[in-house]
């Protein structure tokens, strides 16, 4: 796959809510961080983290902006994320509150896989539309 392509297969699998298919998408030792992981996540962690995520939002919703390759070989894509807390996300119970996020993903992609994607988004902002 080209890097457009591995990079729609990664959002639709999100969409999807299909965490192995997540998984699948990256190479072997690929990673994926974002200000709520703690660090980089990798194989089988990050399908976890996709699950709790779905299972916190059950109707999560990603809708892309654009796509920009940056000066540093990779690809910078704003979207913004929809979902309604109906599950428990770490140790908050369920608000039942809609939230809508603004984030974008770094994107490195190698041998049409995906190797790092660095995710970005304001925690506060979520907190915030959370309480």
Request: glycine share 10%; with cysteine; aromatic share 10%.
């Amino acid at each position: 796959m080209n890097p457009q392509e591995v990079i729609e297969a990664y959002f639709a699998a999100w969409d999807a809510h299909d965490p192995q298919a997540v998984i699948d998408l990256y190479t072997e030792d690929g990673t994926y961080q974002d200000p709520a992981t703690g660090g980089p996540l990798s194989g089988q962690a990050i399908g976890d983290y996709a699950d709790g995520l779905f299972a916190a939002f059950p109707d999560l919703k990603l809708e892309l902006i654009s796509q920009a390759e940056t000066s540093i070989g990779q690809i910078a894509v704003p979207w913004l994320l929809f979902g309604t807390h109906q599950g428990p996300l770490g140790e908050m119970e369920a608000t039942g509150k809609s939230v809508a996020i603004r984030g974008c993903d770094y994107i490195a992609v190698e041998d049409g896989k995906l190797k790092t994607v660095y995710g970005t988004f304001s925690l506060q902002e979520l907190m915030e539309q959370l309480s």
